[in-house]
């Protein structure tokens, strides 16, 4: 005890204070680590920046008449009917949600409720897989198995149309809505399921009238992701769906057509720069930016159903 | 002294009985349906699976066996018969290389910052909010952003439509992902870990640099795998940043820096183009340049998916 050099006094606040040299490398590194995440703001900022400008000019600049009224997209001449390419993007998402919400949900159930984790353990995997296969690898499928052997077997559909295009966005949509479902089924306390199995109630009741109730907003929330990874997903529609801007407002699923973004890539491909009539790079701006403008509110909504999942259990 | 032969002989009976007076005698014939109709739904996504292996491998396999050599590395050619990926599998080796290097620091310095120093508040609620949204953000904005600053606004640095600027956009693309899954990690070292560390006088970057990033290294290079992965199948944000889809000059060798600020293809977006070519050909070297991008793409996540599996079982 005697031995410890304990000041006894003229102790001053600077004792406690560490090491100069230690401090300033806290600081330098705390600065560094600021200035990465400060970058994601900028980026958010740059994204914004990019489109606000070209699009402003595209807005103040159309005859409105050829974006409303005329038929057809048609960037090159002049025409840009926005309808062609949003009802495009409207029959994409609904066919890819018709082929990705039963499948990712009914897998979801499953792998939340039935399987053994023996079980999960082999199958969690394949949809594991299914989610890093590049999106342009279901393009090439699209068109050489989906629209061959499934769309032109049933229809007189051409090679290149909407559905064979909107299934292919919906496979890859599967794992999406499956791991986002799964997340919100697991997080359903185990109390529930073992007070509905108290009243006498078969599996099939627990996981219908308990579990998937009690889930709701976290499966709202993987909808609203998987329709605004749909309305964004590009290559397999740019590939699969003809890239024709003729349809116009009755757009038919069973021809060619453009999406936003398909056609956002159909007039930046090719070309070293994009020209045409004298708004026609701007355009390219406006449809990035109501592509946007769509995902973003899709998304601040799903993150608040996601939030509520959380909050609730 | 049978007792128990007759527990054994009797226990399939027991059962029986009691699930029978428990469910009345009837079978749960919907309980069963719905369990098939379940189960039937992840059946699909391995049928594709299964069906799209085949496919891609039965269309591509023959380019591949007949003339494998001219076809890894060749050029972009107009015919089926002569093209070949070379120039493809550069441009995307090099996207690669600048994701690992601009998107892996940035990343996990952000991911760092937001876990072991920022004040939980608003602005880190801001931040957080701000980086979801980013990854969410369709692939082809990037596209628009690539465009506008890296094309147009910074040419003097990237030489405009070039294999710099598509590898700046497509690493800015994967950043959020980088930052989500290294954030995750870092989330999930041990307090004690920390306190252990400033316990024996160590700094807040002490204790991270020995303490936190060793621990949380594996999750942090899963995520890092994964947005490589992500990064190297996407295509849309090319054609925006000037990818070449026709013919393509300049015969650099793989590691030529001279090529970053022309130019440039890649396997996407070479597969792309040939899949939506009607004539001969085109669709057996489509396959054959998926097979080629599936094995690298599949090598990576299958790593990514065992290392994570790895480390989870050796903490649980």
């Not at chain 2, 030529?256 to 669709?283: H, M």
């Amino acid at each position: 005890m005697s031995d410890l050099p304990l000041p006894s006094s003229g102790l001053t606040l600077a004792d406690l204070h560490g090491d100069p040299r230690r401090v300033r490398t806290e600081r330098i590194v705390k600065a560094v680590l600021t200035a990465a995440t400060a970058v994601s703001i900028l980026i958010s900022a740059g994204i914004i920046w990019s489109l606000a400008r070209e699009t402003f000019t595209f807005v103040t600049e159309v005859e409105w008449s050829t974006v409303l009224f005329a038929k057809g997209w048609f960037p090159r001449q002049g025409v840009y009917d926005i309808r062609t390419i949003f009802v495009g993007s409207l029959w994409v998402t609904v066919i890819a949600m018709a082929v990705a919400v039963p499948v990712g949900l009914g897998s979801a159930i499953y792998l939340s409720e039935y399987a053994r984790p023996r079980v999960r353990r082999i199958l969690k995997p394949t949809l594991e897989v299914l989610a890093g296969i590049p999106s342009v690898v279901l393009g090439f499928f699209a068109l050489s198995v989906i629209s061959p052997s499934i769309v032109q077997r049933f229809t007189n559909a051409g090679l290149f149309n909407l559905t064979a295009a909107g299934i292919g966005v919906g496979i890859l949509s599967i794992p999406l809505v499956a791991s986002v479902s799964e997340d919100a089924l697991r997080s359903v306390p185990q109390a529930l399921r073992e007070a509905s199995y108290g009243m006498g109630a078969k599996k099939i009741t627990t996981v219908t009238k308990v579990v998937v109730p009690a889930a709701v907003s976290g499966l709202v929330a993987a909808f609203i992701l998987a329709v605004s990874r749909a309305i964004g997903e590009t290559m397999v529609v740019f590939i699969a769906g003809g890239a024709a801007g003729n349809q116009g407002f009755e757009g038919n699923p069973l021809e060619p057509g453009l999406t936003m973004t398909a056609a956002m890539a159909t007039q930046a491909q090719g070309t070293d720069q994009v020209v045409g009539e004298a708004l026609t790079f701007q355009s390219l701006y406006f449809v990035g930016a109501l592509l946007f403008a769509v995902t973003l509110v899709l998304n601040l909504v799903a993150d608040r159903f996601v939030r509520k999942v959380r909050q609730a259990y | 002294m049978a007792l128990p032969s007759t527990i054994g002989s009797g226990g399939q009976l027991a059962r029986r009985t009691v699930r029978d007076q428990l469910t009345g005698g009837r079978s749960d014939a919907a309980g069963r349906i719905f369990r098939v109709l379940l189960l039937l739904s992840l059946g699909v996504s391995l049928a594709v699976l299964a069906i799209l292996f085949y496919d891609v491998v039965s269309t591509g396999s023959t380019v591949l066996s007949t003339r494998a050599e001219s076809f890894l590395s060749g050029g972009l050619r107009q015919t089926a018969a002569r093209a070949g990926i070379f120039q493809a599998i550069r441009g995307t080796f090099w996207i690669g290389v600048f994701v690992v290097v601009f998107a892996f620091p940035i990343g996990v310095a952000s991911a760092v910052y937001l876990e072991e120093y920022a004040t939980k508040g608003r602005l880190a609620r801001i931040i957080d909010v701000n980086i979801r949204n980013l990854a969410g953000v369709p692939s082809i904005v990037y596209g628009i952003l690539g465009l506008t600053i890296f094309v147009q606004q910074l040419k003097g640095v990237t030489g405009g439509r070039s294999l710099m600027a598509a590898g700046i956009t497509l690493a800015i693309l994967v950043l959020p992902i980088v930052i989500i899954t290294s954030a995750e990690a870092v989330r999930a070292v041990p307090n004690s870990l920390r306190e252990a560390g400033y316990g024996v006088g160590a700094t807040r970057s002490e204790v991270v640099r020995t303490q936190v990033l060793p621990y949380a290294l594996p999750g942090i290079i899963t995520g890092t795998v994964l947005a490589l992965a992500r990064a190297i199948g996407e295509a849309a944000p090319l054609y925006l940043c000037g990818a070449i889809t026709g013919l393509l000059p300049g015969k650099e060798g793989l590691l030529d820096p001279s090529q970053l600020k022309e130019k440039f293809t890649a396997l996407p977006v070479v597969i792309a183009e040939w899949s939506r070519r009607p004539q001969d050909g085109f669709a057996e070297i489509a396959a054959a340049a998926i097979i080629v991008m599936l094995i690298i793409v599949l090598a990576m996540n299958s790593v990514a998916i065992a290392l994570r599996t790895r480390y989870e079982k050796k903490r649980n």
